[in-house]
């Protein structure tokens, strides 16, 4: 990344943009002092060096990257110029055409990480306005590889369907280790006990597929062709609907981000 590259952060303190602005130092992808990070509230006492602001336009003006980290709620009370400012949206649902209009910036970025980004394992896909230049893009990949793996797609409605498949990414294993966890506990295991197991399982499968870097297809097919305990769980599983109930939520998910960005 090349000197003079001025990153502004709207919501710095919020839990996503803490992770992202965490996660660029990590990579050495910006100093401090080239930070402008907004807050609400007392100055918050993390990222020494950096400059602190509660006034949105002045962080436009000492910025050249702003990333708005806010709830798609608080959009209509940021009024904030960004013009010839290349600009990076991780709200859900506010759509390209909004965003440029909005922030008076034909150089928009629709981005969605997770959570996964405050231990640089988030996935990132993104899409971008046609005003976003080459040198934009390599600003956007590099801001999103230092949170984890990030790529380009296609349109906005990929982004709207990966906002519930990958967006919301950590809640549905913890989602499943919570089941496990009642069911281990209904058994008559200790909750210590049970979280141990359920929270190394699903550590453990996930660092399985980095490591092989394959299809989670292959892994399920493989237990099933062991026809033992794990055949049997997998198989009952998924006559109770368990592929019907993750196509429902990721259906809810879908539209739930579509119609965010229909706000009147």
């Known amino acids: 990344m090349s000197n003079g590259?001025?990153?502004g952060v709207i919501g710095g303190n919020g839990w996503l943009g803490r992770a992202i602005i965490q996660s660029l130092l990590d990579a050495k992808l910006t100093s401090p002092e080239d930070l402008t990070l907004s807050h609400t509230g007392e100055r918050p006492a993390r990222f020494e060096g950096a400059y602190w602001t509660r006034d949105n336009q002045q962080l436009a003006g000492r910025s050249n990257v702003i990333v708005v980290s806010v709830r798609p709620a608080d959009l209509p009370a940021l009024a904030v110029d960004?013009?010839?400012?290349?600009?990076?949206?991780?709200?859900?649902?506010i759509r390209l055409d909004e965003l440029a209009v909005h922030f008076r910036s034909n150089r928009v970025v629709r981005a969605m990480p997770n959570a996964a980004a405050e231990v640089g394992k988030s996935y990132t896909p993104w899409v971008a306005s046609e005003g976003v230049e080459d040198r934009d893009r390599f600003i956007v990949r590099s801001i999103f590889d230092s949170c984890g793996t990030t790529d380009e797609v296609a349109s906005e409605g990929d982004i709207d369907y990966l906002t519930g498949l990958s967006g919301s990414g950590p809640a549905f294993p913890a989602l499943l280790a919570t089941a496990m966890m009642k069911d281990a506990i209904a058994y008559g295991l200790s909750p210590d006990i049970a979280r141990r197991a359920v929270n190394s399982v699903l550590i453990g499968a996930g660092r399985l597929l980095e490591r092989r870097n394959e299809c989670p297809a292959d892994m399920v097919d493989a237990f099933l062709g062991y026809r033992g305990t794990t055949a049997a769980a997998i198989e009952a599983m998924g006559a109770?609907?368990?592929?019907?109930?993750i196509a429902g939520g990721l259906a809810a998910a879908l539209q739930k981000s579509v119609s965010m960005g229909e706000r009147s």
Do not use: N
């Open 5 to 7: 590259l001025k990153i």
């Open 240 to 245: 109770a609907g368990f592929d019907a109930a």
């Open 82 to 93: 960004a013009a010839g400012k290349l600009l990076i949206s991780v709200m859900a649902g």
